[in-house]
């Protein structure tokens, strides 16, 4: 018999039972979304955000890397940085004590995102400068932490991807240098490929440390990581610079 997985938080879920579950339709699918599925059905990590009540997945990535590396802490002013569905902004929001009446959580994605009591949500793109100022009026001044789970569309070419994904990487490390406050955390989905080296160097510049985390539940076949910078040196872009369209 097979011993059932346990999922990050020590439970065991289904889809992790050792059982290999398989979609009940797959006519009219492609091969690529039929393993998707396939995979999401068989995930445990799916499984266990579901059964916790979270939006996605993604909320356990955060978790994970929050809990070895202790990015967000209570009372904290935290922007998410491509936030639909909300599993981070679910996640943030707990663990700084939103409902409790601490901290500020401020998202922002191109897709719509159900509310989270007590954030601020906007619906556009972050190259647009006056969301980009929204958020900032919405933060109420600086934030603590900044994350970016942003992704673009895959496109199948890798290259191709990797440019585009690097491009939010490079937005939003201008924004995180925007509003932080001095000894703030930048954490950003990184896909490694080469052209994010210019983004590393920027950030070794202005934080303290920088590394790469991979949590548990980001596949292990998969190209995604996260870059941690903490302990940002407080070097702030001013708002001359946004209105002269000056980027980094
Ligand atoms: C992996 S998902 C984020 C998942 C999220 N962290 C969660 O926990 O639910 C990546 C998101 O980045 C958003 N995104 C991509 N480009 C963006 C842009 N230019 N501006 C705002 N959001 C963007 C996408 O719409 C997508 O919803």
């Known amino acids: ?30 091969e690529s979304s039929r393993r998707w599925i396939q995979r999401q059905l068989n995930d445990p990590f ?14 356990l990535k955060l978790e994970q890397m929050d809990q070895k590396n202790k990015i967000i802490k209570p009372h904290d002013a ?28 401020v998202g922002i994605d191109l897709l719509d995102t159900d509310p989270v009591p007590g954030a601020d949500i906007l619906k556009g793109d972050i190259n647009d400068d006056a969301m980009m100022r929204e958020l900032i009026r919405l933060l109420g001044g600086k934030a603590d ?15 191709t991807d990797h440019l585009r994904t690097t491009a939010l ?13 001095p000894g703030g955390v930048f954490l950003a989905k990184c896909f490694r490929g080469g052209a994010e080296k210019d983004a590393l160097d920027l950030m070794r510049r202005d934080f303290a440390i ?6 548990a539940a980001s596949r292990q076949e998969s190209v995604e ?24």
Not at 50 to 56: E, L, M, P, V, Y
Not at 149 to 159: E, F, V, Y
């Open 1 to 30: 018999m097979t011993t059932p997985k346990k999922g990050s938080s020590g439970r065991s879920y289904r889809g992790d039972a050792g059982v290999t579950i398989t979609p009940k339709k797959s006519r009219g699918r492609t």
């Open 46 to 59: 799916v499984a266990e955000a579901k059964a916790r009540g979270f939006r996605s997945r993604a909320a």
């Open 78 to 105: 935290v922007l998410d940085l491509g936030c639909a569905p909300g599993g981070w902004l679910q996640y943030a929001s707990q663990k700084i004590g939103l409902t409790q009446g601490h901290g500020r959580l």
């Open 145 to 159: 932490v900044v994350l970016s789970d942003m992704a673009a569309d895959t496109t199948g070419h890798r290259a």
């Open 169 to 181: 990487l490079d937005i939003a490390l201008d924004m995180a240098c925007r509003v932080l406050n």
């Open 210 to 215: 920088v590394k790469h985390v991979k949590p």
């Open 225 to 248: 990581s996260y870059v941690l910078a903490s302990g940002y040196r407080g070097t702030n872009i001013s708002d001359d610079d946004t209105n002269a369209g000056g980027m980094r």
